[in-house]
């Protein structure tokens, strides 16, 4: 079936370097994604969204970077800060499928002192 | 703004018992809401959606006598695990998105199920 998937299962970086978590997906009707954070027992907390006919959004320290050509997200974070560390997802809308969304595999992020 | 409270946060329950989580939006109507499990390191697996006022969709795989769902209002939801076991002991979480709004979903904290 479809999905989307991770490359990276953990990701290190010291703290005050940028870290990039990168995400492939499959399913090419797909017009939204997400990246959302989330911390040890607890739901997932958005961080930020990006629509297929967007290549590049910014937000507060973080960019998330849309390549429908291979079907390919990541998200960059600059200037990692020990609150950072958590897992990571990425998420898709089909289009079509209402808001139903579909996460990835998830990279946890360790933020190294 | 924006947000979903589930109750209980945790819950332990024996084998062969029923549990019900609550599912609220505290600020706002959710017309769809989802629910979700996840298993311990984990990604989120969607278990079904559930629009007001009408019976709830079940991702493959999902057994709907098993896991009740009812969306009675614009922002209660609630799910109940029927005879549950061990296997059950999972992390429910559910989200919700803004009535009218756009594709973004609010999740709740989650709830901690541990069958004995």
């Known amino acids: 079936g479809e999905s989307v998937g991770l490359h990276l299962p953990t990701l290190s970086v010291q703290e005050g370097d940028n870290s990039i978590i990168n995400c492939a997906y499959s399913n090419s009707a797909s017009d939204y994604f997400i990246w959302y954070k989330q911390e040890s027992g607890k739901g997932p907390q958005f961080i930020i969204d990006i629509r297929s006919n967007m290549d590049k959004r910014q937000g507060q320290r973080v960019t998330v970077l849309l390549n429908k050509t291979v079907k390919h997200l990541s998200l960059q974070i600059a200037a990692t800060q020990p609150g950072d560390s958590a897992v990571y997802f990425c998420a898709e809308n089909p289009f079509g499928g209402g808001f139903k969304t579909i996460f990835g595999a998830g990279t946890r992020l360790f933020v190294k002192a | 703004g924006a947000v979903v409270s589930q109750h209980p946060s945790w819950v332990i329950c024996k084998s062969g018992t029923s549990v019900k989580i609550e599912c609220r939006s505290l600020d706002f109507q959710a017309t769809t809401m989802f629910w979700y499990r996840q298993f311990p390191k984990q990604s989120l697996m969607l278990m079904a959606t559930s629009n007001e006022g009408s019976k709830a969709t079940y991702e493959q795989g999902v057994e709907k006598d098993k896991f009740l769902i009812n969306h009675a209002s614009l922002t209660l939801s609630t799910l109940t695990v029927t005879s549950a076991h061990p296997e059950d002991s999972s992390f429910y979480i559910c989200?919700?998105?803004?009535?009218?709004?756009?594709?973004?979903?609010?999740f709740g904290p989650g709830t901690r199920l541990t069958v004995t």
């Open positions: 989200s919700a998105t803004v009535a009218g709004g756009q594709n973004e979903q609010y």
